[in-house]
Structures are given as structure tokens and as C-alpha cells.
T-cell receptor, first 118, second 112 residues
Framework: AQKITQTQPGMFVQEKEAVTLDCTYDTSDPSYGLFWYKQPSSGEMIFLIYQGSYDQQNATEGRYSLNFQKARKSANLVISASQLGDSAMYFCAMRGLNYGGATNKLIFGTGTLLAVQP | DGGITQSPKYLFRKEGQNVTLSCEQNLNHDAMYWYRQDPGQGLRLIYYSQIVNDFQKGDIAEGYSVSREKKESFPLTVTSAQKNPTAFYLC???????????FGQGTRLTVV
């Protein structure tokens, strides 16, 4: 069975500092994709970054980077130089990759609420 | 512009009534998903569909039903069997297995 665990219900960070949001996962799929999403108070879901289990390098997208440690089954999101607009709920998600095979679920963790302080 | 449209944005339902939430996408995506989100909690998968006329139960399918008669549409019916239907419902779609999901703006359902 697949499972995503986010152990930090809430986090504070000072503006301009870096912050790491934790995500661990469990899956029996040999290949899988990991995603991070941001959900502001408006409720919309904003895609941030993607990491494939077969990717050799950690993914980066602007101020976002994914610290992928496959052996430890962790996919932590690092936000550098935090901004006030980063205050939101952050979700880690996973989907098994089974090209040409059976349908795979896209499942989410419980989220981390990040508050950026001026 | 391509995207996913959920309607209505707010929905009120009396106890014992069925209600259908609409989800339409013009992205030509194959896979579509329905999630439920309760206050301060994560997204829980209700149903998902990989292709037309095929769908699978997610983790909390009881009290819900779906159909996938067209690629663009994946409506969700919240039946009277759903004991606690008040929640925020999100629909999503993906082009491929290793691409991100695009989400609608959500429907907030309240039982009165």
C-alpha cells in the first residue's frame, strides 16, 4: 500500500530564511513520482515541484528544491529565502509509475502549515 | 484557456438529498480524480478514473458515486448514504503518470 507521511502539522520561519518541510513515503511500486503542492487560504492547489524515483539529481524550481533520499524514502521540500507570500499549506504527494499498466492512485499527505514571519 | 472547471463553488444540501458536483476539463487529460478535504486536513482520494467508462474507488468511496462517460467530464454524486458530507471537494486531472495534476477551484459543500 502507498502512504505519505508529513509529521510537521505547522512550522514558523523568518522571512528570508530557508525552511525544510518533511515528507516520507512508503510504496511497493518500483518506480514512482513525488510531487509538492502549495495551498493558500484561497483553496487553490499550486504545483511546485516534481521528482521521479529514477531521477539521478534532485529537482529544483526557482526557490524550491527537493531533497530526495531514496534509501530513506524521504522527499523533503526546501524553500530558500522565504517570503511572506509563502505562508500556506504544503502537501507532499506520490503516484506510482506503471507505464502501460494498471491505474495508479495519486495520494497526498496531511500537509504542513507554514507561516512566514516578518 | 485550458483548465479544470468545478461547479458550483458553494453548494448547500439538505440532509437526505443526493447532490452532484460537476468537474469539466479541456486539457485532453486521461486521468481524473476526486478528493475530499476537511478543515486543516489533507486530501483524501474518493474516486479516480484513468480512461472513459472506467473508474476505481479511492480510500473513502463509501457514500459517493461517479461516472466517466466523456473524457472531459467526471461528475461526483454525494449520496444520502454519506454520513458527513460537509467538506471541500477538489477535482484534478493529469496528462501522464509523471506529470503534475491540475486542480479545479473546488466546491464547498455544506449540509443544512
Amino acid at each position: 500500500a502507498q502512504k505519505i507521511t508529513q509529521t510537521q502539522p505547522g512550522m514558523f520561519v523568518q522571512e528570508k530564511e530557508a525552511v525544510t518541510l518533511d515528507c516520507t513515503y512508503d510504496t511497493s511500486d518500483p518506480s514512482y513520482g513525488l510531487f509538492w503542492y502549495k495551498q493558500p487560504s484561497s483553496g487553490e492547489m499550486i504545483f511546485l515541484i516534481y521528482q521521479g524515483s529514477y531521477d539521478q539529481q534532485n529537482a529544483t524550481e526557482g526557490r524550491y528544491s527537493l531533497n530526495f533520499q531514496k534509501a530513506r524514502k524521504s522527499a523533503n521540500l526546501v524553500i530558500s529565502a522565504s517570503q511572506l507570500g509563502d505562508s500556506a499549506m504544503y502537501f507532499c504527494a506520490m503516484r506510482g509509475l506503471n507505464y502501460g499498466g494498471a491505474t495508479n492512485k495519486l495520494i497526498f499527505g496531511t500537509g504542513t502549515l507554514l507561516a512566514v514571519q516578518p | 484557456d485550458g483548465g479544470i472547471t468545478q461547479s458550483p463553488k458553494y453548494l448547500f444540501r439538505k440532509e437526505g438529498q443526493n447532490v452532484t458536483l460537476s468537474c469539466e476539463q479541456n486539457l485532453n487529460h486521461d486521468a481524473m480524480y476526486w478528493y475530499r478535504q476537511d478543515p486543516g486536513q489533507g486530501l483524501r482520494l474518493i474516486y479516480y478514473s484513468q480512461i472513459v467508462n472506467d473508474f476505481q474507488k479511492g480510500d473513502i468511496a463509501e457514500g459517493y458515486s461517479v461516472s466517466r462517460e466523456k473524457k472531459e467530464s467526471f461528475p461526483l454524486t454525494v449520496t444520502s448514504a454519506q454520513k458527513n458530507p460537509t467538506a471541500f471537494y477538489l477535482c484534478a486531472s493529469t496528462l501522464g503518470e509523471n506529470t503534475e495534476a491540475f486542480f479545479g477551484q473546488g466546491t464547498r459543500l455544506t449540509v443544512v
